[in-house]
């Protein structure tokens, strides 16, 4: 499977333990796609970016289900990725 380096890393995820970890630890998430792996997201980031990555977890988050009056669904499941930048680098993301 290929794909280009911006269908890998499809947004990054800004919420307030995102912030924090940018800050504090040098670790950024990101959305990526479903079928990405470790060394693809790596690879992405490095190209994208221009920064160093020292290391990449990575999660499936489930989708949840949701009620409404008119029944319930079940919101889309993703893949997130948190990626560990060497400390000399940083990635400007607002």
């Known amino acids: 499977m290929s794909l280009h380096a911006t269908q890998i890393i499809l947004k990054p995820v800004i919420t307030e333990k995102s912030t924090w970890e940018a800050g504090a ?17 790596r690879q992405a980031v490095q190209d994208i970016y221009k920064v160093r990555v020292v290391g990449v977890s990575t999660q499936t988050k489930p989708g949840k289900y949701r009620r409404t009056r008119w029944g319930t ?21 607002y």
């Open 73 to 93: 669904f079940q919101t889309r499941s993703w893949k997130k990725a948190v990626v560990a930048v060497h400390t000399d680098d940083r990635i400007d993301l």
């Open 25 to 41: 630890r040098n670790r950024y998430a990101f959305e990526v796609h479903p079928d990405a792996n470790k060394q693809m997201i």
